[in-house]
């Protein structure tokens, strides 16, 4: 059996402290998190529920498209990502949505700064990431025990038990093609054939770096 990671659920969550004055010790507990609202803004504390339902039902309808893969274009059209239509409301952004719950604006950044781990801006970012908030107070915050590498390795674990092979200190040279197609990665140590390649390096480096430039029509050299 391999070690599982050891989670540690966080309470309060963490906390926010507003130039504007007041703080909040964000806890997934309502009733608490009620009253940590109503101190600074005692109008938006009985929206919370209201927000929670309303993600609640967000977060469900869109559940099937954010489980599945989007390969082409015509993935777009799928008719569950349609039905999900009325929740996406794409006309509004994040700060947008939160201006139909919320009136104070430290509350609203209370629950609009989650828009930042996508490095958007919430006046921009589209209404339906409030569900990134969401998720922090209906499953909670939890810190791995060991930090996250605790996490990446008991990833690997268990990637291992399950047949895959992990190759560390073998630089990425290049990779192969057949057409526009990626079949094999040069390496430091040899080589690997592949019936696909995922590439989570830097966009920009890797596209210079690992495809040639004859290939790239969009994001040549020039």
């Not at 997934?28 to 609202?37: C, L, S």
């Not at 469900?60 to 993935?75: H, K, Q, Y």
């Not at 947008?96 to 509350?107: A, E, H, K, S, V």
């Amino acid at each position: 059996m391999h070690r599982e990671v050891d989670l540690v659920r966080l309470d309060p969550q963490y906390r926010i402290q507003f130039g504007a004055g007041g703080r909040i010790d964000a806890t997934a507990d309502v009733p608490r998190m009620e009253r940590k609202i109503a101190a600074i803004s005692p109008g938006d504390a009985k929206k919370f529920r209201r927000f929670l339902l309303e993600n609640r039902a967000r977060l469900e309808a869109f559940r099937p498209v954010l489980e599945r893969e989007f390969l082409g274009f015509g993935d777009l059209f799928s008719a569950d990502l349609l039905k999900c239509l009325p929740h996406l409301r794409p006309h509004q952004s994040l700060d947008g949505y939160l201006r139909t719950l919320f009136r104070d604006p430290r509350i609203r950044l209370a629950f609009s700064f989650q828009s930042k781990y996508l490095g958007m801006s919430p006046f921009r970012c589209p209404s339906l990431f409030s569900i990134l908030s969401f998720l922090e107070y209906e499953h909670g915050v939890w810190h791995p025990l060991g930090g996250c590498a605790a996490i990446t390795e008991a990833m690997a674990r268990t990637a291992q038990a399950m047949g895959v092979e992990i190759c560390t200190s073998e630089p990425v040279l290049g990779m192969e093609f057949q057409g526009r197609r990626a079949t094999a990665l040069r390496t430091a140590g040899g080589g690997h054939k592949a019936d696909a390649v995922v590439v989570t390096a830097d966009f920009a480096r890797a596209m210079h770096k690992l495809v040639p430039d004859r290939l790239r029509r969009r994001w040549s050299d020039r």
